[in-house]
């Protein structure tokens, strides 16, 4: 396959995800533009950056110049009534629009989770988390926007699990450098024993970014919803195994009622109990299909780790 020719826009796209979704269009000869906030260089010639927001003015300037391939939205929408506004410039200057939900979205319902899985949204009764909420509620009342009121229009809707890379190697609740600073301290982490058999919800953003650039561009995709993850079913006994593996880190294994007082801070109450307290085992069968992918072309947990340790430069003690 390749995307010779073909131009796709990444709408703040400078983050982890979009690194990695620009880095695959390349590979299959596709130019990129990236649209982010940081200051960003580029050492290709069919990439280029453009430092601003995506706001509708700045889009609006670019989508006078061009109409795209493609487009990815990257941007996390608070609000969903924000996107409501956006989406009609966006559809009308691409022939591919991708939506950026998040497997958060899904409810312990059903295992192994697959893409018509019961959503939180459609089944909690908790009002405080559907009012407060600001994460896969909006992301779930956006994807009902496109169902419902654009089910013709070429957009798909893919739900990423989280994605670790050298910006935020995630580990359960555990994000950013908090696993590096703990190796380097020799301060073992807590985990609690209740997740260790279950499903993790997590993949190396190199996999989750490769799977967005495949599922670009292909018509079959349109009006379709996917969970991005490449499949390799590890469980957080699994996943931490391989953390200590690379890093040196030292995990605990506690009950639940320590972890929670010790490690679940208010900010991460909605992540915790609507989310990581979840067995995540996913059945990825349908977007393998949509890319044409299999398990042999990612990475593994492990092998991610790697890489991305050694773009920090950083070293195992």
């Known amino acids: 396959m390749t995307y010779a020719g073909k131009t796709f826009l990444l709408i703040a796209g400078g983050g982890t995800l979009g690194t990695y979704t620009a880095k695959e269009l390349l590979s299959l000869g596709a130019s990129v533009e990236i649209v982010c906030p940081e200051e960003k260089h580029s050492d290709h010639p ?6 601003a927001l995506g706001t509708a003015e700045v889009l609006s300037e670019l989508f006078a110049k061009k109409h795209y391939d493609g487009i990815v939205d990257f941007i996390c929408y608070r609000n969903h009534e924000d996107y409501y506004a956006i989406y009609p410039l966006l559809i009308a200057n691409t022939d591919h629009l991708v939506f950026l939900s998040s497997y958060r979205v899904y409810s312990d319902r059903q295992l192994p989770i697959t893409e ?3 959503r939180l949204y459609d089944v909690i009764t908790d009002r405080h988390f ?9 992301k779930s009342k956006c994807e009902d926007f496109l169902r419902n009121e ?11 699990v989280i994605s670790f890379s050298a910006r935020r190697l995630d580990l ?23 997740v260790r058999s279950y499903g993790a919800g997590i993949d190396w953003a190199g996999n989750s970014g490769k799977l967005i650039a495949h599922l670009l561009g292909k018509p079959h995709t349109h009006g379709e ?3 991005v993850c490449s499949g390799h079913g590890m469980t957080w006994g699994q996943v931490a195994d391989a953390y200590s593996e690379v890093t040196g880190l030292q995990v605990r294994w ?7 007082e010790k490690v679940v801070t208010p900010d991460a109450y909605w992540r915790w109990y609507y989310d990581r307290i979840y067995d995540r085992t996913m059945d990825v069968s349908k977007v393998l299909a949509a890319t044409g992918l299999t ?5 593994t947990v492990a092998e991610g780790l790697r890489t991305e340790l050694d773009l920090l430069g950083w070293k195992k003690p």
């Open 225 to 227: 919803t996917y969970t």
């Open 254 to 260: 506690c009950d639940e009622a320590e972890y929670v």
């Open 295 to 299: 398990k042999a072309d990612f990475a």
């Open 116 to 118: 018509t899985a019961p």
């Open 150 to 160: 654009h089910g013709s229009d070429p957009w798909t809707i893919v739900r990423p």
């Open 130 to 138: 559907l009012e407060t909420e600001n994460y896969a509620v909006p």
């Open 46 to 51: 069919r990439l280029s950056f453009h430092r």
């Open 172 to 194: 359960l609740l555990y994000s950013k450098q908090e696993v590096l600073e703990a190796v380097e301290k020799n301060r073992a982490l807590l985990l609690p024993e209740t």
